[in-house]
């Protein structure tokens, strides 16, 4: 027990943050669908704007640990001289056990909980050895991790709550210090709830301007499949671009959550920026404060089943070079301005290359089917778009064709416009195809996706924009 004089330490949540939060959970349910993205995938290419600082794709041999030179494997039930059950109540112990943490061989980390014939359960946590993720001044760094929660939902799932997560590098070794030292909660999933949850947590405890012990939060559901059913990719951002800093949250390159310097004030700011970095985690808790929170009663329960793993495709840690990516989030574009294909803020399965196109620079290559390009701020302002037209060429072969289309907000939502494109002639073969679109006003992330029937590369593209006719 710790009393209102004491640091709470980290994750610990409090029922009134949990309560405030689940209202995102009775949203009624579409159709869902299973994600057809690959199990395993690698580190996405960097983006243009962007410097990988620090990844891991976790290949190795089935059963065998994480990297020792990137990870350290956490065990027992608290750090030496820190909270007991890690500071959140949480019922089981950590260990290295490859029942609980390995590699599968097939390019992902698994942390499984498993539950004794006694009754007890284990499960595992790492961090990173560096400790020191921070952006330069001017700039902004970006962590993000694809990630299959748990598979469990109902009954069977009390307790579980997967973490993907970070600690300012002052509490190693102090172990009290927190929330000052700040906790940038990426992704945190209990009980099989279709919801992702993205906190910070700052200040004082309890109370202070990240209202401890609840923390400042957002939740949502995962788009297109449920976070339990799928892989997704769960990003935060810490940025030093402008005169004020900000803090960012998404689920599937879609913004759910963002707190500004000014929010929190200049003195939990600083404490939590000015020291060397931050260190990163992954883990699987069972019972605590959250779930137990979410459920009204102790988790987990008899009902609960083991054996229901996490599943981490790759973390990476990107900084923005030279004040960030061509279009860095706020910044918006104007939707009637010549965009250009590789200013993209996200994209999936492309590759950029010179073009011999009006213009010269650069485009984007090697689209096939299920590629997507995500560009974020794109103003239509208040008169809307009717039109889109985009500069594409192709070498497809005979038989090989597909769709551009441009949907909002997300990859899977309904498209708002599209086209069909083959062979132009060849793949520097320049065209301007025109499509008419729904009527859009406002500002929006835009994709681009392209389908496709066949899985050969049908399309280049140069730049795209939208007009009033």
Not at 224 to 252: A, I, K, M, P
Not at 291 to 301: A, K, M, R
Not at 389 to 416: D, K, Q, Y
């Amino acid at each position: 027990m710790h009393n209102a004089e004491t640091p709470r330490p980290p994750r610990s949540r409090h029922l009134r943050r949990l309560l405030a939060v689940l209202g995102a959970l009775v949203l009624p349910l579409a159709v869902l669908t299973t994600a057809t993205t690959p199990a395993h995938a690698d580190v996405p290419p960097t983006p243009q704007g962007w410097n990988l600082v620090w990844s891991d794709d976790f290949t190795g041999a089935a059963g065998s640990l994480p990297d020792s030179g990137r990870w350290i494997v956490d065990t027992g039930t608290s750090y030496p001289g820190g909270p007991a059950n890690w500071g959140t109540g949480e019922v089981q112990t950590y260990t290295s056990n490859p029942q609980n943490i390995g590699l599968d061989g097939q390019g992902n980390l698994r942390i499984t909980p498993r539950r004794d014939s006694s009754g007890q359960w284990t499960s595992a946590r790492i961090e990173t050895r560096k400790a020191d993720f921070k952006p330069a001044d001017g700039e902004t760094l970006r962590i993000e991790g694809r990630i299959q929660v748990p598979n469990v939902t109902g009954q069977a799932a009390l307790g579980y709550w997967p973490a993907f997560w970070a600690l300012g590098s002052p509490y190693r070794g102090n172990y009290w210090n927190w929330p000052a030292i700040g906790e940038f909660d990426i992704m945190e999933n209990v009980n099989g709830i279709n919801s992702v949850w993205g906190v910070l947590h700052c200040g004082v405890n309890p109370g202070g301007p990240c209202n401890e012990t609840n923390g400042l939060g957002a939740s949502r559901p995962c788009p297109g499949s449920t976070c339990q059913s799928g892989f997704h990719t769960y990003r935060f951002e810490w940025d030093r671009e402008g005169s004020s800093g900000q803090l960012r949250w998404y689920v599937d390159g879609q913004l759910y959550h963002t707190v500004t310097q000014s929010q929190v004030g200049a003195t939990a700011w600083n404490d939590m920026t000015s020291h060397a970095g931050y260190f990163i985690l992954l883990n699987v808790a069972m019972g605590g404060g959250f779930p137990d929170g979410v459920q009204g009663s102790p988790t987990p329960t008899a009902a609960t089943q083991p054996g229901h793993p996490m599943v981490v495709d790759y973390v990476a840690v990107w900084e923005s070079t030279s004040g960030g990516p061509t279009d860095p989030p706020g910044d918006g574009v104007d939707a009637r301005s010549t965009i250009q294909g590789e200013d993209y803020q996200a994209q999936s399965g492309t590759s950029l290359e010179t073009t011999t196109d009006t213009g010269g620079g650069r485009n984007v290559a090697q689209i096939a089917n299920g590629d997507w390009l995500r560009f974020d701020g794109v103003e239509f302002g208040s008169t809307a778009a009717h039109q889109f037209r985009a500069r594409v060429a192709s070498g497809a072969a005979p038989g090989v064709s597909g769709l551009v289309e441009v949907r909002l907000g997300s990859p899977t939502a309904a498209p708002v416009a599209s086209f069909a494109v083959a062979n132009t002639g060849g793949w520097q073969n320049w065209r301007t195809v025109p499509a008419n679109m729904s009527a859009v006003t406002g500002t929006h992330t835009v994709y681009l996706t392209f389908t496709s029937g066949q899985p050969a590369d049908f399309v280049n593209l140069n730049w795209f924009t939208f007009s009033t006719s």
